[in-house]
């Protein structure tokens, strides 16, 4: 398809299992972000993609949370040991100038 | 450090009517000012864009935006609703000098009533 792509849609899981969330950007488009939504904080910085490297991991919460992109493509948010507070929408975006283009998000649930 | 305020959470309008969603600032460098909109259940979609120029911005929808420097301001505005504008709208600064990550203000939900 022509747009963002994210996987799974939803995504339930018990507290303390790990989840990988997966981006598949525009093609072509160098650039690759991660947002959070969440009721208490709205919509959240996590971290910046340019190429295959991050130079601003600056939104990530804590330690649990780690991304990665390969061949300046796909990207995966892996969140380990995962907490109820964990409970959002994990955006991305991928941009190649100044407009940003969202995927429909994952909306995870940690019961 | 750059911010974005949304002044208002809510706003019930009814169809036909016109609607101003207010939209603040804070950062007097790379203003480069956005409104996205969110639809239930899907992700953010771009209404329009300010990167220079014209102060008056017109997007999609029938929407359009006024880029006011000296108040700071970027409101979203349409003269006439639809049921289907209701959703969540976001405004959004890019912030150049840091790899061109968003902020967001807080989002207004727009009821549209028949």
């Known amino acids: 398809g022509a747009g963002v792509s994210q996987s799974p849609s939803n995504k339930v899981t018990e507290k303390g299992k790990d989840v990988e969330l997966r981006c598949d950007p525009i093609?072509?488009?160098?650039?690759l972000y991660w947002y959070r939504q969440s009721l208490g904080q709205g919509l959240e910085f996590l971290i910046y993609f340019q190429g295959n490297s991050a130079p601003d991991k600056s939104g990530l919460p804590s330690d649990r949370f780690s991304a990665e992109r390969t061949g300046g493509s796909v990207s995966t948010l892996t969140i380990q040991r995962t907490q109820q507070e964990d409970s959002a929408v994990y955006l991305c975006a991928s941009s190649a100038h100044n407009e940003q283009f969202f995927g429909p998000g994952t909306r995870l649930t940690v019961l | 450090a750059q911010s974005v305020t949304q002044l208002d959470s809510q706003v019930p309008v009814f169809e036909e009517a016109p609607v101003e969603l207010r939209c603040n600032y804070s950062?007097?460098?790379?203003?480069?000012l956005f409104w996205y909109v969110q639809y239930p259940n899907q992700g953010l979609q771009l209404l329009l864009k300010y990167l220079s120029g014209s102060t008056l911005v017109k997007g999609i929808n029938g929407f359009e935006a006024e880029f006011n420097k000296s108040q700071t301001s970027f409101h979203l505005r349409k003269p006439s609703v639809h049921i289907s504008d209701t959703a969540e709208y976001f405004c959004a600064h890019l912030i150049k000098a840091a790899g061109n990550k968003l902020t967001f203000g807080g989002g207004t939900r727009v009821l549209v009533k028949p």
């Open positions: 950062s007097s460098v790379s203003v480069y």
């Open positions: 093609s072509g488009h160098t650039a």
